[in-house]
């Protein structure tokens, strides 16, 4: 608490000394109306504060901009209400943070894909921060966080390296346009790295190519060196696709009203990440898409990108501690899954038999065909229409449970829309969701973001990921993805 009192009183008595030597920072006084008012400078040194800006950082001028998306966006979420949003002036890297530079100051590289030029990935939100922080003190700069467990405080006067909050990014992406894409058209495959076999608003099925009237482009399955293909209208490079970006936000409803400098929700522990990656649809690039993750999980088509003040801003803002993991009793946790080739069904049977918990089908009044083309389209079908099939099987006594093992396969790189049916039926407030996926090569997809989504209250578990139905070693991955969850074998 004594702590907490220093920090607040520091911010305020430098806030206090930052305002006497300041210019006027009205923002809406250079307000961006068009594309042509937005300024790109680069390798620039910061006069008000002496900061020098490093080479491939770009100004990215202030300005008022629709954040979200119209009603009428195909694809759109209904968390992207579009409310009027005012940023003040940053420094942003033109180019998602490399490996070379995260290990050059963490010592150590967590990506999946290796390669110097390549995004960082697989950290966490948590890793990120640190990562800020620890560049801010080699370059003797001051640490934009205070990191006290898994709570975390942001010194919005610190000059330090930081994430750019969601507004930001969604301005810097969006760089004057207010399509559903920075580019005029919807991206090819040659134009950003991502799941290029479904490109945006032809996602009808790969898998029957004839009936398309455009051919979908390469599935590179993989991220490439930054900085690849053409940078958007402020110089920035990679905003949709190869890899997602952490922001500060923490994930929470847009407010209607107009915002200046927007910081995100209040509390929480899911954290917005932006811009899609190697593996993610078209439709999930856009401007306008909101991402979440816990903020202490990391995955292969999640990176970074550094901001720097270009003037100091003011006050602290505080993110909320993760929830600590709690004690599983057996007789609480029931596994619930969707299957349709069965190899989930494998998966669950596998953690019956390591766990002893109740075991739970979740089926449909309504099943889809069991014949393969027939599935693909009819699967396809009902994520069009985020359709919720109707279920066939309840579980009667979900008031018994307090962690649900939930399991699907990878469906068009998020859930089967039975999924959106189950955790729509059930009240899942103060419950942990612990989510296992069987995929064919996208592993989870942006099914977390979608379950954290139609389930806002629970709190989620570390997910597993199969491929297919898990080969020789699926006891082991079984049981250490038991282990790390706190949940006892029998
Ligand atoms: C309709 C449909 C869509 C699929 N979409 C994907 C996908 O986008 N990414 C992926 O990695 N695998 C995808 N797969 C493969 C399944 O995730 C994989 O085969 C999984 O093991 C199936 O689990 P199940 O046997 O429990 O149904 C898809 C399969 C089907 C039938």
Known sequence: MQRICTIILSIFLFTLCAACGQENQNPSENAMNDEASVA???????????????????LIEGGTFQMGSPEDEPWRSEDEIQHSVTVSDFYMSSYELTQVEYE??????????????????????????????????????????????????????????????????????????????????????????????????????????????????????????????????????????????????????????????????????????????????????????RATMDQDKGSFHVGMRLVLNASAGSGSVIGSAAQNAENHNAENILIAYF????????????????????????????????DYNTVLDEAQRDQNEQARPELASHVENMEQYDTILLGYPNWWASIPMPIASFLEEYDFAGKTIVPFCSHGGGRFGQSLTAIAKLAPDAAMGEGLSVHYSGGSSLGDDVSAWLELNGIAVD
């Open 104 to 289: 050059a100051v963490m010592g150590s590289n967590p990506s999946n894909f290796l390669g110097d030029d390549l995004p960082v990935e697989n950290i966490t939100w948590l890793d990120a921060i640190a990562y800020c922080n620890a560049r801010s003190e080699q370059e003797n700069l001051t640490p934009a966080y205070v990191v006290e467990g898994d709570s975390v405080y942001w010194d919005r006067s610190a000059n330090g390296y930081r994430l750019p909050t969601e507004a930001e990014w969604e301005y810097a992406c969006r760089a004057g346009t207010t399509t559903p894409f920075s580019m005029e058209n919807s991206p090819s495959a040659e134009e950003a790295n991502y799941y290029g076999h479904y490109p945006y608003q032809i996602e009808e099925n790969y898998f029957s190519q004839g009936n398309l009237a455009v051919q979908p482009g390469i599935y590179r399955q993989t991220t490439v060196a930054v900085g690849s293909f053409s940078a958007n209208p402020f110089g920035l490079y990679d905003m949709h696709g190869n890899v997602g970006e952490w922001t500060w936000d923490a994930y929470g409803e847009y407010p209607v009203e107009a915002q200046v400098d927007p910081t995100g929700a209040e509390t929480g522990t899911r954290r917005v990440y932006r811009g899609g990656g190697w593996n993610d649809f078209a439709k999930n690039m856009r401007s306008a898409y």
């Open 339 to 370: 299957t349709w080739g069965g190899n989930t069904e494998g998966v669950a049977e596998e953690i019956q038999r390591q766990t002893g918990v109740d075991l739970f089908e979740i089926t449909l009044v309504h099943p889809y065909s069991s």
């Open 40 to 58: 790109v400078r680069e390798s620039a040194v910061d006069s008000s504060e002496n900061v020098p800006i490093p080479e491939h950082f770009v």
